[in-house]
């Protein structure tokens, strides 16, 4: 069976709160690019990227659940097996 790689994305603010929440139950406060809302700008720009030059589907997940975004995936999946 062929791999399938599927990127997924969030809203920068999103995945900044996100970010924010995991350093401060960590108690590691040296993460600063970690929790950078224009750090986080960038990386998902630059993940986006990535996704469209190898014509990878994206996915964004920031107002989806686990199961919403699974149910997303099987379906790219069966999609791309009956080509």
């Not at 993460?31 to 950078?36: I, R, S």
């Amino acid at each position: 069976q062929k791999s399938c790689i599927i990127g997924l994305v969030a809203d920068p603010e999103r995945l900044a709160d996100i970010r924010r929440n995991r350093v401060a139950i960590m108690s590691d406060h040296n993460l600063k690019e970690y929790t950078d809302l224009n750090s986080i700008k960038k990386e998902i720009d630059e993940s986006k990227n990535l996704f469209k030059r190898n014509n990878w589907p994206i996915i964004d997940v920031t107002r989806r659940s686990v199961e919403e975004t699974a149910a997303s995936i099987l379906k790219i999946i069966e999609i791309k097996k009956n080509r």
